[in-house]
């Protein structure tokens, strides 16, 4: 099925993309540093480096989205940021103590897929920030969780065939890309943690210094005893949700979009 050209709540320009592109250098930097650090640099031995990029990365965060949201976000499109970003905060809290049921994820894939990747990085953020505030999840972690789902609904807008995939193909799309993002998302979630244990006498701890095939093999060891139980059924769920209820959402999305006409140029006429 083919369709007309998908309109876009937020064109980037050269700035925007910019700061995208920084404060995404920046957090592979804060998320990857204990295994690129050796045994002589003084990161490596800092304690301090994970709080240096949590009080870092909130900064950065606020400018890219300053810089989008000067080149692209009008008033409608930050009303549907504010709907958008509310539901998903409220979907995040129904799987509060289940292992894995976080629906939050297909709505940002959906959203992030129609609404393209500048929106979708905001709505991603901003979806988490509200979150932690409603589940009181506000602590030194929240930076990295905020940029990882900025990543993941910004990842669904650069997805191919926006303007043309529809039905069951686009859905298997979106579906596979949840799955996938869903069991990532823990995947580098752990790194910002996993740091805090160096110095444990365990067999999945961080040792600063030691050879990165080492440090590697306790990282793989401590993402499979810790969190990969949450992972794979988060990305079950993610599956399960896009395709029972991935059309409807769709369709939907793209009913608001049309209706709000982000392409359409203002203009002022006569009084």
């Known amino acids: 099925m083919t369709a007309g050209r998908q309109a876009r709540a937020v064109r980037l320009g050269p700035r925007s993309v910019a700061a995208l592109v920084l404060v995404s250098a920046i957090g592979v930097m804060a998320f990857g ?28 965060l606020a400018v890219a989205m300053a810089t989008i949201a000067d080149v692209g976000l009008d008033a409608k499109a930050i009303a549907m940021l504010g709907v958008l970003a509310a539901a998903g905060a409220a ?14 994820f297909f709505l940002m894939v959906l959203a992030g897929r129609v609404l393209g990747p500048g929106f979708g990085f905001v709505l991603g953020s901003v979806a988490m920030f509200a979150s932690a505030l409603l589940t009181g999840g506000v602590g030194p972690w929240l930076p990295f969780q905020m940029l990882t789902m900025g990543w993941v609904s910004m990842g ?11 039905g069951r ?16 998302y823990g995947l580098i979630m752990n790194l910002q943690g996993w740091p805090y244990l160096a110095g444990m006498a365990s ?10 095939d080492q440090n590697l093999a306790r990282y793989v060891a ?9 992972d794979l059924p988060r990305a079950l769920v993610t599956v399960v949700l896009t395709g ?28």
């Open 91 to 104: 979907l995040r809290p129904l799987g509060a103590g289940t292992a894995g049921v976080e629906p939050m």
């Open 203 to 212: 067999g999945v701890s961080f040792v600063p210094g030691d050879p990165l």
């Open 169 to 184: 193909r686009e859905l298997a799309l979106l579906a596979a890309y949840g799955a996938v993002s869903a069991v990532l």
């Open 33 to 60: 540093w204990p295994l690129l650090a050796d045994s002589a640099s003084g990161l490596a031995h800092s304690k301090d480096a994970p709080w240096l990029f949590a009080a870092l990365l909130p900064m950065l």
């Open 222 to 230: 401590y993402c499979l005893a810790t969190s990969l139980g949450w």
């Open 244 to 271: 029972t209820l991935g059309g409807p959402v769709l369709k939907a999305l793209r009913r608001a979009t049309r209706r709000a006409a982000f392409d359409a140029p203002v203009s002022f006429g006569e009084g």
């Open 156 to 166: 669904a807008g650069l997805l191919p065939g926006a303007d043309q995939l529809r």
